[in-house]
């Protein structure tokens, strides 16, 4: 089994280094190429995953030739029985690479076309539309996914394995874990906050709830709004700093952060299911999210605030809300924890192996080495 991915922090790397490490537990020889360096290289090398140096960037370009040769060569050296490849650089290399030679999961962990405009999203959705003949199952992670590639007549087989979190490691904190996360972060224990996790990019909206923090001061004068990411739009945020809003790096470890938040903000403009989203659900949070595919199918009534992409009125009314109830922010929470249980990644990375075996068989079976006579 080899899984390729470009992303080496954030969501991808977290979903590709877990449902590696569970392929492993279950005696399967995985290997990962991938560049050096980030998230994703010292999780693998932490839990003993091989690994391959795959220098790629994150957008295409002049280097992607380059880039694709060199997967195939890694592949042949590998020569797997079947290849998973992890988004748009990986799934662009990867299915150039194979052309449908071997069997071959693509997991697009948000579509490239959304992330694209103009004659670039064009480009994008036509090169979709061309690798899906060489692709056996594009594996989606959300309904919303999946909804999207039919609409746009991306054909091949789509199968939803729903993003997971594990129940185990994300539990909603109680009033003592909750004070001691916030004497760790150096925020005061009344402190009404607002926490936004995730890289800080036009795709996670993080600018339209800075320019609503101004409305939710006018409803909380002592609220604070603290960015947790790096990313292209953080010069920018950074110069446009309103009063009460703080920026800190990424972290490899969220979970003090839900546990210290009063209301998780996912201002996202498009997702493929957030993992952030369903860690803060399992954490007790309440949430306020863009009313988007690849949210609002996690957000349910009573879970929290769903509001129109790009609005940032709504978000801050909502957040102004919450920030100023504690009771229904109390109730959301203890709703939002027991729907959490519907995202367990144990069944995520279960229903994960069963559809990897079931292209391998197909193509075993489909193989003249099967089907001849002795």
């Known amino acids: 089994m080899l899984h390729a991915a470009q992303p080496t922090d954030a969501g991808v790397a977290r979903y590709v280094a877990a449902a590696t490490i569970d392929q492993l537990t279950r005696g399967w020889r995985v290997v990962v190429a991938c560049p050096s360096g980030g998230q994703l290289a010292a999780e693998l090398t932490a839990h003993g995953v091989p690994r391959r140096h795959w220098p790629a960037t994150r957008s295409p370009g002049v280097d992607t030739v380059g880039e694709t040769q060199r997967l195939r060569r890694l592949i042949s050296q590998v020569d797997p029985d079947v290849v998973h490849l992890h988004s748009a650089k990986a799934g ?62 991306v054909g091949t087989r789509h199968v939803v394995v729903r993003n997971g979190v594990d129940l185990a490691n994300f539990a909603p904190a109680g009033e ?78 969220p979970r003090p952060w839900y546990a210290a938040a009063d209301v998780v903000v996912l201002p996202s403009r498009w997702e493929g299911l957030s993992l952030t989203l369903l860690e803060a659900l399992s954490s007790g949070c309440s949430v306020v999210v863009s009313d988007i595919p690849g949210l609002a199918e996690a957000v349910t009534p009573g879970l929290g605030a769903r509001v129109p992409v790009g609005d940032s009125r709504a978000v801050a009314q909502s957040v102004a809300r919450r920030l100023g109830d504690a009771d229904l922010r109390a109730a959301e929470g203890r709703a939002a924890a027991l729907a959490a249980s519907a995202f367990d990644a144990r069944r995520t990375y279960e229903q994960l192996a069963a559809v990897t075996v079931q292209i391998v068989t197909a193509h075993f079976r489909r193989s003249p080495m099967h089907n001849r006579s002795d």
């Open 92 to 153: 662009l290399a990867g299915r150039l690479a194979v052309r449908g030679a071997r069997p071959t999961l693509f997991q697009p962990h948000g579509w490239s076309w959304l992330a694209a405009r103009g004659a670039t999203a064009y480009g994008a959705l036509a090169w979709e539309r061309l690798a899906a003949r060489w692709t056996d199952v594009c594996v989606c992670v959300g309904e919303g996914e999946a909804t999207h590639a039919r609409h746009r007549r």
């Open 176 to 253: 003592q874990a909750r004070a001691a996360a916030r004497d760790r972060l150096g925020i005061g224990h009344d402190v009404p906050l607002a926490v936004c996790l995730g890289r800080i990019t036009r795709q996670k909206g993080q600018d339209v709830l800075v320019t609503a923090w101004p409305q939710v001061r006018e409803h909380c004068p002592t609220a604070q709004l603290w960015i947790v990411g790096d990313g292209d739009l953080l010069p920018a945020l950074r110069g446009d700093t309103q009063p009460g809003v703080r920026f800190v790096p990424p972290v490899t470890d």
